[in-house]
């Protein structure tokens, strides 16, 4: 039996599921589908583009294991990338209006580090969170 801590995207409800299988990806309280990844994302495509000033943009699309499409938009400046709009299932929410924040950098360091982005900020939540790749 599994204890998993998800959280709700929209409403920011924090909740544990406990059972065997996956979740529902459906949050109790708003019914919201803006849910935690059901397992492990999968990175299934990217897309970068910049121009010669050193801006840009890294479009990550991942699926979860009830695939669930999450497109993660990272906006670039030279060495710096910033989480700016997560989009799960269509439904697109502002990172810095999140109210929950996810363990996403382990995820995405090593495809940033690919592109030339050795900081990511991660402003989901209160507190940006900031990751240095060595």
Request: net charge negative; charged share 15%.
């Amino acid at each position: 039996m599994a204890i998993i801590p998800l959280d709700c995207l929209e409403c920011g409800t924090q909740y544990t599921y406990i059972g065997v299988g996956p979740h529902s990806a459906e949050c109790p309280d708003c019914e919201s589908t803006c849910v935690s990844p059901v397992g492990e994302l999968r990175i299934i495509d990217q897309d970068y583009w910049s121009v010669p000033n050193g801006t840009g943009e890294v479009q990550i699309s991942a699926v979860d294991e009830h695939d669930r499409s999450f497109e993660f938009r990272i906006g670039i400046q030279k060495h710096k990338g910033t989480l700016t709009t997560i989009t799960i299932g269509g439904t697109s929410i502002l990172a810095k209006q999140c109210s929950v924040a996810w363990p996403i950098t382990d995820l995405f360091n090593e495809l940033l580090a690919r592109y030339g982005i050795t900081e990511l900020i991660n402003p989901m939540h209160s507190s940006n969170t900031t990751t240095q790749n060595q």
